[in-house]
């Protein structure tokens, strides 16, 4: 067993409304960011586990994303996994 | 245009929910081909959700009209009189399908969807409640969808600053795969005040305001897809995300533009979006309406005329303004941040016309798409076995009269809802005068002694084994409940959740249904103003119960006389009014004990409900109760029960008899018409007497007291137990 | 009389609730201040109202403490006038750096919605506590999914050592428990004062208890605090 | 100019309690994900913009987090700003 981090992302998809995003774009243009052409916003979410190696840990964070981080009807998601180095 | 652009093979027919016969017959009207927009917009037009083809000629069977209904069904919301000059803007909808796939967002918008048609009508929304149908929470997916329902209800109302008052969650296998989410939405306003949706004004200007437009919620439209590339169809979200802070800014600015005398007309969008808002302003102001889709403001590059006519993005108000006052309505929506376009014009064409610049998409008298609607006329037959069941009699007891009243307290159609509401803000603008909790919630009305109770009700297992008899009790459970705070129903709106109306055996149902509330809303005076219908709650070719809901309003002329259910003082004398049957059929006792769903549902003598409603408001009316809780599901011993943990003190009800009633029956018969009160000793002969005047019995069960239970004389249970059992949530 | 200011960002909702205790319950004046107005003059107290400011999104307050009117309440509070900040005003009143520390979410992750939630007063060193007593309990409704107070230890320490501690939730009998901590908030604390005392950011809702028909009047109390507060700086 | 994406990750402090996070450490336990040893929950935000170039656009980036997107007291943050390719 060795120790991983897995970095989920969980977005909204492309098409999908995301009023957030749209808050944060108008607040940063009134703040002078007019270079700003848009803003989406989602979640990050940081899993520590452990597994036998990197290809089960990461078929595991997979699992656990489509069972219970994201909703395939409305977002997508997306999980970079590393080995954590041992202290 | 270009007509007959698109190849219309039965594939195309299916997306656009036509039959052939139905093509045929647009074509007909149309004297030409259609173009893929106008089969679009006939599609959408000519569907169930708008145009009502399988229930509008039942619907018509509906009491609509009385001395207090200002406005009935046909606009955005039903209305009535509350006195003073008030008026109380009301209308139930529902979201089943999309919370079925993301029942976060789908709850959300479907309350977003209901707030809209009230502050359409240019009424205030004081209140919202939900009913919710899921199945067994012992599975982990429905508690996922029940999570999300109840969260993406908040999350609107919380945000919004709505208050939600009331609703019901009840949980049946049918609904496994087919949650019900009814939002109901309740509104306020000055009767001299209220909109219509109507354009009128040859020359005015048509101006969307409030979210861009996406691909949102656009069902199929393969056929019409030269704009599309292919990724895109498979990409297009099929359940919206709401806004409700865009949504509060919108009512807030419509709110402004109505109060300024600003606009002539205004219209949500809500199903099939622009194209039936568009419709239904114009055929209502009796004029035509000229669209130029190339105005309106887009969330996604490559959007056609279809998609945009057919999308249904959320948070979009359609407004109706003469051309003289845009710049006074520009300076409103500028004020919200809010984003407004001129999409078109109002003209005496009696016509839509779709234009995407100098390109007509479209062009079809309005009244083809409203006054033409196919209407299907299925016929209906209840199944053998359906009938049988009611003629099924129950297995005999295996658990004691403790032993069912802990389970039954505890069973999840029972148990206390708190963890639900207390994640509802249910008190923002200061009117919550009785929370949720109780039976029915009470609003006050601001500078008034007036106050209106309201709730809603509907009962899946007795609709299930009789349509008719379940529907007509939902009328009078929902009227029980209003009467128990001091309230005189006033008006309903109802929500009809069925299964696929193809089938004659749903088809029957919702007849039944249909007879079976018309009848109980005559009997108890209380019309119909609004209502909204889901068909084709089907999932895997099982139909869910027949689930019609009924959203109740009631009025109470002074607020200082309201009851609410729990105890109040020792030595208070308790009391049943109304009479036990051998009524065990269908009831949450059947099914919770002895594990069946069968048997006759109690009967319901109307016009002895409608005397029992009298007893008990003229005993309100004379001061004479300190508590009144009506009896429903689990009968005299949850009421008991209820009333005591409400109120957080015991009782002693050891006087309970009836002849030759089993045990079973007297503690959890669901007989109809009934309260159970508690007055002062003193005030005992003074109720009786009123309930006598009305031919209706009353009996003395005990006394309120106490840190137990005790019923009859085998349940004397802890009071702290009970609550104990009663307030543990499912998570 | 006292003149009250109630401040309108988009999404604020309980501007109208507060004008409702203030004006009609308390019979003190009171205006209503778009967040793009930047005139705060004749005022004695500015409220910032609950709601959700810009959704809630991002942060709770935190678009909404770059209103143009934020900077018009910074500069009147350093000039030693009345701001009470509620639930969302609270939250913005941190951001806007007004008031130290943070409102996270609370640690159920839901709303909580509480019509019977008790407080207990533990500074009467303001004006908008002045008319209580120390030790009080009262009935003030709360109604947030963020009022979850966190400060670094240093800055809780500092409120702790100074009396800037205002509020705490607390059970019927007065005490601080944690089954009487609606949402996780370090030291039950339920609202707290700047070091002048003339800001109070709060997350329980007083414009929810000011008539009996409601609950009591609780909430009227801390309104009428500060108006008489306010009349005798006037008077004096 | 250019068009970049920025990636704004913002996280509570390590010392913050992080309360979405244990519950949704949790409910993955429940779901039987074991080996999960612990989670924390963040935001990812994400921002296009214009700029005249890298350096640019992330100075631009880190300014808007200071000013706007993480809250010092609590939250810590990140941003990765990269160029988008033209189409
Ligand atoms: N079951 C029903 N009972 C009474 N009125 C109904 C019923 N279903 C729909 N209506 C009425 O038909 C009209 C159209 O309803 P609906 O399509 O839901 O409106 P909207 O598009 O505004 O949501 C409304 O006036 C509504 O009140
Ligand atoms: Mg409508």
């Given at each position: ?87 | ?731 | ?85 509620i ?27 509480l019509g019977d939630a008790l407080l207990r007063v533990e500074s009467t060193?303001?004006?908008f506590t002045s008319e209580l007593g120390v030790g009080q309990v009262l009935n003030i409704p709360v ?23 205002a509020f705490r939730y607390c059970d019927a009998g007065g005490?601080v428990?944690?089954?009487a ?7 039950n604390?339920a609202g ?8 109070l950011?709060m997350m329980p809702h007083p414009e929810r208890t000011v008539?009996?028909?409601?609950g009591g009047e609780d909430g009227l109390r801390i309104f009428r605090s ?11």
């Amino acid at each position: 067993m060795a120790a991983y981090r897995a970095e989920v992302r969980v977005t909204l998809k492309p098409l999908v409304n995301d009023p957030q995003g749209l808050v944060i774009r108008d607040a940063l243009r009134t703040l002078g960011f007019h270079e700003v052409e848009g803003v989406r916003a989602g979640k990050l979410i940081v899993i520590d586990l452990d597994a036998p190696n990197r290809v089960d840990a990461q078929d595991r964070v997979d699992q656990m994303c489509r069972k219970l981080l994201a909703n395939p009807v409305i977002e997508a998601f997306e999980a970079l996994v590393a080995e954590v180095a041992a202290v | 245009m270009t007509a007959g652009a698109g190849v219309v093979d039965a594939k195309v027919l299916a997306e656009v929910a036509l039959t052939r016969a139905e093509y045929d017959r647009a074509v007909e009207l149309m004297g030409r081909e259609l173009t893929p927009v106008e089969l679009g917009i006939f599609g959408a037009m000519w569907s169930e959700h708008c145009g009502y083809k399988t229930s509008k000629p039942l619907l018509k069977r509906f009491p609509t009209s009385g001395p207090l209904v200002l406005q009935g069904p046909g606009e955005n919301a039903g209305a009535i009189d509350v006195g003073e000059g008030w008026a109380v803007v009301f209308k139930i909808e529902s979201h089943n399908h999309p919370s079925a796939i993301e029942p976060h967002a789908g709850a959300a918008t479907g309350v977003g969807g209901i707030l809209r048609d009230i502050f359409t009508m240019g009424a205030f929304p004081i209140a919202t409640l939900d009913s919710l149908r899921f199945g067994p929470p012992d599975e982990a997916r429905n508690r996922w969808l029940m999570g999300g329902v109840i969260a993406g209800i908040g999350d609107y109302g919380n945000c919004f600053g709505v208050p939600t008052v009331g609703g019901e969650i009840y949980f049946e296998d049918c609904y496994t795969d087919n949650p019900l989410v009814n939002a109901m939405a309740v509104g306020l306003i000055r009767k001299e005040r209220l909109m219509r949706a109507t354009a009128e004004g040859q020359g005015n200007l048509v101006m969307l305001v409030g979210a861009d437009t996406g691909r949102d919620g656009i069902h199929g439209a393969t056929f019409a897809s030269v704009e599309l590339d292919a990724a895109s169809e498979e990409r297009r979200p099929a359940v919206q995300v709401g806004n409700p802070f865009l949504e509060k800014l919108l009512m807030e600015a419509c709110l402004e533009l109505i109060d300024q005398e600003l606009v002539v007309g205004m219209q949500d969008l809500g199903a099939a979006g622009l194209t039936s808002s568009a419709v239904e302003v114009g055929h209502k102001g009796g004029s035509g309406i000229d669209l130029d889709v190339s105005e309106v403001a887009r969330r996604e590059q490559g959007m056609g005329a279809y998609e945009v006519m057919l999308s249904e993005s959320q948070e979009r108000m359609l407004i109706i303004v003469e051309p003289e006052r845009q710049a006074a309505v520009n300076r409103v929506f500028r004020k919200y941040d809010l984003h407004a376009d001129v999409i078109g014009e109002v003209n005496g064409s009696g016509r839509l016309t779709v234009r995407d610049g100098d390109r007509v998409e479209a062009d079809i008298p309005l009244t083809l798409l409203v006054d033409q609607v196919p209407f299907r006329h299925p016929t209906g037959a209840p199944s053998p076995g359906r009938l049988a069941l009611r003629a099924q009699a129950l297995p005999a007891p295996t658990l004691t009269p403790p032993e069912a009243l802990r389970r039954l307290i505890g069973s999840p159609n029972l148990r206390s809802r708190r963890a639900v509401w207390r994640t509802y803000d249910h008190m923002v603008q200061n009117n919550t005068v009785i929370r949720p909790g109780g039976d029915a919630a009470v609003l006050r009305i601001k500078g008034t002694r007036r106050a209106i109770a309201v709730c809603t009700d509907g009962n899946g297992r007795y609709c299930w084994l009789d349509p008719r008899a379940g529907a007509a009790i939902a009328v009078a459970e929902a009227a029980r409940n209003v009467v128990a705070t001091g309230a005189r129903p006033a008006a309903i709106t109802d929500c009809l959740n069925f299964g696929n109306p193809e089938k004659p055996e749903v088809f029957w149902e919702l007849s039944e249904a249909v007879d079976g509330m018309a009848e109980a809303c005559r009997a108890l005076s209380v019309p119909v103003v609004s209502g909204n219908v889901s068909l084709y709650n089907d999932t895997s070719g099982s139909s869910i119960y027949p689930s019609p809901v009924v959203g109740m309003v009631g009025v109470m002329e002074d607020v200082g006389k309201r009851l609410t259910a729990g105890f109040k003082t020792g030595g208070d004398m308790v009391l049943l009014i109304g009479e036990t049957g051998d009524e065990l059929g269908g009831s949450e006792y059947a099914k919770t004990c002895l594990g069946v769903v069968a048997g006759a549902p109690p009967r319901l003598d109307l016009d002895l409900e409608r005397r029992t409603h009298e007893a008990v408001l003229a005993a309100a009316d004379e001061e004479l109760l300190r508590s009144c809780h009506d009896l429903s599901d689990g009968g005299l011993a949850i009421a008991i029960a209820e009333s005591a943990m409400i109120g957080g003190i015991g009782a002693s009800c050891r006087g309970i008899s009836g002849d030759r009633l089993s045990t079973e029956a007297l503690l959890f018969a669901e007989s109809q018409s009934r309260f159970l009160v508690s007055c002062e000793a003193k005030n005992v002969p003074a109720l009786r007497n009123v309930c006598k005047r009305f031919g209706v019995a009353s009996q003395v069960l005990g006394t309120v007291g106490g840190d137990r239970v005790e019923i009859g004389p085998q349940v004397a249970e802890p009071l702290a137990e009970l609550m104990a059992i009663w307030e543990r949530w499912i998570d | 009389m006292a003149s009250f200011g109630i401040v309108v960002f988009p999404g604020t909702w309980s501007d109208r609730d507060c004008m409702y205790a203030v004006r009609d319950r308390l019979k003190h004046e009171a205006r209503f201040i778009w967040h793009k107005e930047r005139d705060l003059s004749g005022l004695d107290c500015v409220i910032l109202p609950g709601g959700f400011s810009y959704g809630d999104h991002l942060r709770t307050g935190a678009v909404a403490r770059f209103s143009p009117v934020m900077a018009s309440v910074v500069d009147f509070a350093q000039r030693g006038g009345y701001v009470i900040g509620i639930c969302n005003g609270f939250q913005i009143l941190c951001e806007a750096h007004l008031l130290p520390g943070a409102l996270m979410r609370n640690d159920s992750l839901q709303f909580r919605c509480l019509g019977d939630a008790l407080l207990r007063v533990e500074s009467t060193a303001s004006a908008f506590t002045s008319e209580l007593g120390v030790g009080q309990v009262l009935n003030i409704p709360v109604s947030h999914g963020e009022g979850n107070y966190h400060a670094d230890a240093d800055t809780l320490g500092r409120l702790e050592a100074t009396g800037r501690v205002a509020f705490r939730y607390c059970d019927a009998g007065g005490r601080v428990t944690t089954a009487a901590n609606p949402n996780g908030s370090l030291n039950n604390i339920a609202g707290i004062l700047n070091e002048p005392g003339n800001v109070l950011g709060m997350m329980p809702h007083p414009e929810r208890t000011v008539e009996d028909l409601l609950g009591g009047e609780d909430g009227l109390r801390i309104f009428r605090s500060i108006a008489r507060n306010a009349e005798r700086v006037f008077a004096g």
